[in-house]
């Protein structure tokens, strides 16, 4: 069965990086995009960007430009969100999320990770 | 980027109603259109997409319709376990957006 697991809770301090890992499991890795979707506490979702598990491409939301990275790991199977220079409003539960369209940044999200909680405090 | 608007924010109803929920669009979006449930503390799940179909294993009691930029969500017959917030979202054109939320609450 397809499954995507998230790496454990941070807490980060203001202007820190954090690097939060997805393994993917129970598909073929590199037939699927991957996604990053945040949700701040009590509030709704916000997608940050897409990764190509296939050729690495990506395409992130015009607020983080220059903030995120998104990268893949194809031997592991393992898709990363670094994301740079945090401030408060960061503080949220990050999700991956496969596209289930396959390799189009368009698409929904059949399978989700089960989210990593990012808090950033001084 | 396309604006999605949810409607209402939240409703309260009883085990047994039928529910509706409402998604616009700024622009038209084809019936590109995903439904999702999240509980507390649990990671959204998918249950319709391309507006009107079904995610393998989604009970029928949820179905979606609409075109254009207005469509759908109904829960036919509210069971307990459908307490919970509903977002909707567009992929008709990047960045994928969401809906803002609603959330069934028990009446």
């Known amino acids: 069965q397809v499954q995507l697991v998230q790496s454990g809770a941070e807490v980060k301090k203001p202007g820190a990086s954090v690097k939060v890992s997805c393994k993917a499991s129970g598909y073929t890795f590199t037939s699927y995009g991957i996604s990053w979707v945040r949700q701040a506490p009590g509030q709704g979702l916000e997608w940050m960007g897409w990764i190509s598990a296939y050729n690495g491409n990506t395409n992130y939301a015009q607020k983080l430009q220059g903030r995120v990275t998104m990268t893949t790991d194809t031997s592991t199977s393992t898709a990363y969100m670094e994301l740079r220079s945090l401030r408060s409003d960061d503080t949220a539960v990050y999700y991956c999320?496969?596209?289930?369209?396959?390799?189009?940044?368009?698409?929904?999200?059949?399978?989700w990770g089960q989210g990593t909680l990012v808090t950033v405090s001084s | 980027d396309i604006q999605m608007t949810q409607s209402p924010s939240s409703l309260s109803a009883s085990v047994g109603d039928r529910v509706t929920i409402t998604c616009r669009a700024s622009q038209g979006i084809s019936n590109s259109l995903a439904w999702y449930q999240q509980k507390p503390g649990k990671a959204p799940k998918l249950l319709l997409y391309?507006?009107?179909r079904l995610e393998s294993g989604v009970p029928s009691r949820f179905s979606g319709s609409g075109s254009g930029t207005d469509y759908t969500l109904t829960i036919s017959s509210l069971q307990p376990e459908d307490f919970a917030t509903y977002y909707c979202?567009?992929?008709?054109?990047?960045?994928?957006?969401f809906g803002q939320g609603t959330k069934v609450e028990i009446k």
């Open positions: 979202q567009q992929y008709y054109s990047t960045p994928p957006t």
């Open positions: 391309a507006a009107s």
């Open positions: 999320a496969r596209a289930a369209r396959g390799r189009t940044t368009v698409t929904h999200f059949d399978y």
